[in-house]
């Protein structure tokens, strides 16, 4: 019989146990390795969705002298926003800052900055992970900062393989075990990044729960089609 999700939110769980570790990310999960033993300051990028958060997440629970700091699209000042963060970081040995991808408002910016010129005084390694392109490295004295810094890249999963583990664990997550029927039909119908791939199997398993019903491959098959003749009409 397939399980369905129980009604109700349930909390995220970042832990290694449900974040795959695929080729990928191999050589940036490496490189952050050797960076909490040699210390230093690195940038974590990706191009698109790969799971840097649900790591950095993980990473903290594994290691206690790790402080993670996750900035939200708040409006505070520059100054408000650095004794904040160094108020949850300074106790820690290892600093790691997660920001929202793209550009960030001035104020962030220059926080960020402050806070790299703070780690360097203080001898504390530090780590950003920022999705960002270099057109959207502002302000200016951040985006200095930024290019002088090593980068650690993730890529996508290269495999349908190592995407289907994806998308099972984020099913296990909702508490789902999803057909892999249903899984062959995502990757052949939608785009083929796990933002896109996520989204849809969140979208579907809501779906399933309105209309009480379970998810078949020729259900999910109609619903994919009715929202990309809805894309298309539009």
Sequence with gaps: MQQ??????????????????????????????????QGG????NSDEVVGKTHFLH?????????????????QEASIRLVERWLKQLEPSACWMVDLPAGPVSRACGLA???LIERAREMNRSLL?????????LAPAELGSR?????????????????MKSIIHSVAEELQWKVK???????????????ADQVDALKQLESAALED????????????????HSSETAA
Aim: aromatic fraction near 8%; proline fraction near 4%.
């Design 212 to 227: 009480r019903r379970r998810i078949t491959q020729a259900w999910a098959k109609e619903k994919l089609q009715l929202d």
């Design 58 to 74: 993980a990473l903290k629970r594994e290691h206690p002298h790790v402080g993670l700091v996750v900035v939200d699209g708040g």
């Design 180 to 194: 892999e029927s249903v899984i062959s039909l995502m990757l052949s119908r939608l785009p083929r990044t796990v």
């Design 4 to 37: 369905q999700r129980l009604k109700f939110n349930i909390p995220v769980s970042y832990t290694y146990g449900n974040w795959i570790r695929h080729s990928g990310v191999e050589n940036s999960c490496s490189r952050i390795a050797l960076w909490l033993v």
């Design 128 to 136: 950003i992970s920022w999705r960002c392109g270099d057109d959207e």
């Design 112 to 114: 960020l900055f402050h």
């Design 41 to 44: 300051i690195l940038w974590l």
């Design 146 to 162: 930024m290019r002088m810094m090593e980068q650690a890249v993730m890529l996508p999963p290269s495999s349908d393989r190592e």
